[in-house]
């Protein structure tokens, strides 16, 4: 039972450099959010996508893109990578669509941009 | 957006009862609440889930007032491995499928 994984687990870059974070989950999820969690502070969420083949904003969505490529992998993009971008990156997956039921965390990607 | 209020952090020690408490005063009607547990450097783990009155699990019990305008996380007996950030959330309604954390409460169990 893998659940949600996520690709890389640390990542350092340089300013201005862009990659990719990779999210797959095997539970055959409708929903699949990013969120972003800068050390002492809660989680903020970037994007999610409902289902296949929609995406949308949530709270802090600047500064980056993503792609829901099938129902299982949602991938975050940092075109640019800015210092302010330093944080946690965790994925997430829940069922139907549906808020009023469990999601499931992946044990997220620290990243440093220096 | 339905926003919750939770207490910055609580202290206590193994053994005790703890209750974390919740404020959402502009919950929908078809809103559920929800109770994630984060321990450090780990994502958020689903605790519990309720509409109204009383739900237990083996983990923890969630009690909500008639009103649904707050809700109560207890931990019984808590241990040392308790200690974790706790997030209450709430539905978004009409919002869709938004998933959002407010700043959760840092629960320190102490020997």
């Given at each position: 039972?893998?659940?949600?994984?996520?690709?890389?687990?640390?990542?350092?870059?340089?300013?201005?450099?862009?990659?990719?974070?990779?999210?797959?989950?095997?539970?055959?999820?409708?929903?699949?959010?990013?969120?972003?969690?800068?050390?002492?502070?809660?989680?903020?969420?970037?994007?999610?996508?409902?289902?296949?083949?929609?995406?949308?904003?949530?709270?802090?969505?600047?500064?980056?893109?993503?792609?829901?490529?099938?129902?299982?992998?949602?991938?975050?993009?940092?075109?640019?990578?800015?210092?302010?971008?330093?944080?946690?990156?965790?994925?997430?997956?829940?069922?139907?669509?549906?808020?009023?039921?469990?999601?499931?965390?992946?044990?997220?990607?620290?990243?440093?941009?220096? | 957006?339905?926003?919750?209020?939770?207490?910055?952090?609580?202290?206590?020690?193994?053994?005790?009862?703890?209750?974390?408490?919740?404020?959402?005063?502009?919950?929908?009607?078809?809103?559920?609440?929800?109770?994630?547990?984060?321990?450090p450097s780990q994502g958020p783990r689903f605790i519990i889930q309720g509409y109204k009155?009383?739900?237990?699990?083996?983990v923890a019990s969630l009690f909500i007032p008639?009103?649904?305008?707050?809700?109560?996380?207890?931990?019984?007996?808590?241990?040392?491995?308790?200690?974790?950030?706790?997030?209450?959330?709430?539905?978004?309604?009409?919002?869709?499928?938004?998933?959002?954390?407010?700043?959760?409460?840092?629960?320190?169990?102490?020997?």
């Amino acid at each position: 039972n893998a659940g949600v994984t996520q690709t890389p687990k640390f990542q350092v870059l340089k300013t201005g450099q862009s990659m990719t974070l990779q999210c797959a989950q095997d539970m055959n999820h409708n929903s699949m959010y990013w969120y972003r969690q800068d050390p002492g502070m809660g989680l903020r969420l970037i994007y999610y996508s409902a289902s296949e083949g929609t995406t949308d904003k949530g709270e802090v969505p600047n500064g980056y893109n993503v792609s829901r490529l099938n129902k299982r992998e949602f991938s975050l993009r940092l075109e640019s990578a800015a210092p302010s971008q330093t944080s946690v990156y965790f994925c997430a997956s829940s069922e139907l669509g549906q808020i009023n039921t469990e999601a499931f965390f992946g044990q997220g990607t620290r990243l440093t941009v220096v | 957006l339905a926003k919750t209020t939770q207490p910055i952090s609580m202290d206590s020690y193994e053994g005790q009862e703890v209750n974390i408490t919740c404020s959402h005063n502009n919950i929908a009607t078809n809103d559920y609440i929800t109770w994630y547990q984060q321990f450090p450097s780990q994502g958020p783990r689903f605790i519990i889930q309720g509409y109204k009155t009383k739900v237990t699990n083996e983990v923890a019990s969630l009690f909500i007032p008639a009103d649904r305008k707050s809700s109560t996380l207890s931990l019984p007996r808590v241990s040392l491995s308790d200690t974790a950030v706790y997030y209450c959330l709430v539905g978004e309604g009409d919002a869709g499928n938004m998933l959002t954390f407010g700043g959760g409460t840092r629960l320190m169990v102490k020997p």
